[in-house]
């Protein structure tokens, strides 16, 4: 190790002094060069598989809780089934009528997870069309109450077609806390998901606006008068009082 001796300064006066700073140089022949800057910064590699799983937890569209033990969204692929993972699912109740894809199969056998499926056909209506079709009936004076009525009875609205027997099924097993917890889907989880939900809210008392609410909340800009029509005339005198919000019990 060398030492060199060398600095000055300026007094107010214009004089100069001198002081002594010791400056060491060191021998780096023993000494590991730092690491490549790249490295440095890289992003460290996931040893554990479980805390890679963690990183790749993506719900599906419109994923929501709606009460203890019960989900809603729209159909789940397989980047979800992770996340699907967590839930500790014991039933899937789906109102697609196509045939579930068989990864999705595959998932559902894998985790024990009971699917039950009540095929609703879904329907697509020109942006505004089916509001107007709406108003024009709705204020018709030869418009019955009866003809938008969604038990054992025909709509006279040209894109409604919510099976009245299968949401009531839906809903049996829906309530059913055996089969909790559960996730409910259909394509895009807004229309056939926000009509079985709406019907559950009207066996919880909820009040209309709240209901239509929630259903907009997800519908969004495609909120249709006829789904809110169905929500607003099912009747649930049939259904056996249920509680207001239903437990955390996973037994």
């Not at 040893?47 to 990183?55: I, P, T, V």
Request: proline share 6%.
């Amino acid at each position: 190790m060398n030492k060199f001796t060398k600095a000055e300064e300026e007094e107010d006066d214009g004089s100069e002094v001198f002081q002594s700073i010791e400056v060491a140089k060191v021998d780096q022949s023993n000494v590991s060069p730092p690491p490549p800057l790249a490295d440095a910064f890289a992003t460290p590699l996931v040893e554990d598989s479980a805390a890679g799983e963690e990183l790749n937890l993506i719900p599906p569209l419109n994923f929501a809780m709606v009460d203890n033990g019960i989900f809603r969204s729209g159909f789940p692929d397989v980047s979800n089934f992770s996340f699907l993972k967590t839930l500790g699912l014991r039933s899937i109740i789906s109102l697609c009528p196509d045939a579930y894809p068989e990864n999705n199969m595959q998932f559902l056998k894998s985790n024990g997870i009971k699917l039950f499926q009540f095929g609703i056909k879904g329907y697509k209506c020109p942006p505004g069309l089916e509001n107007e079709v709406w108003l024009h009936l709705w204020n018709s004076k030869c418009q019955k109450e009866g003809s938008y009525t969604n038990a054992n009875s025909k709509t006279s609205e040209p894109f409604v077609n919510i099976p009245d027997h299968k949401i009531r099924e839906a809903l049996k097993v829906l309530l059913d806390e055996k089969n909790h917890p559960l996730l409910i889907h259909c394509n895009r989880g807004k229309h056939r998901t926000g009509c079985l939900v709406g019907c559950m809210r009207k066996l919880q008392k909820w009040c209309l606006t709240s209901i239509f609410d929630e259903y907009q909340r997800f519908a969004a800009a495609k909120a249709r008068v006829s789904d809110q029509r169905f929500m607003e005339l099912f009747d649930v005198s049939n259904f056996k009082q249920i509680p207001m919000s239903f437990s955390c019990s996973s037994s």
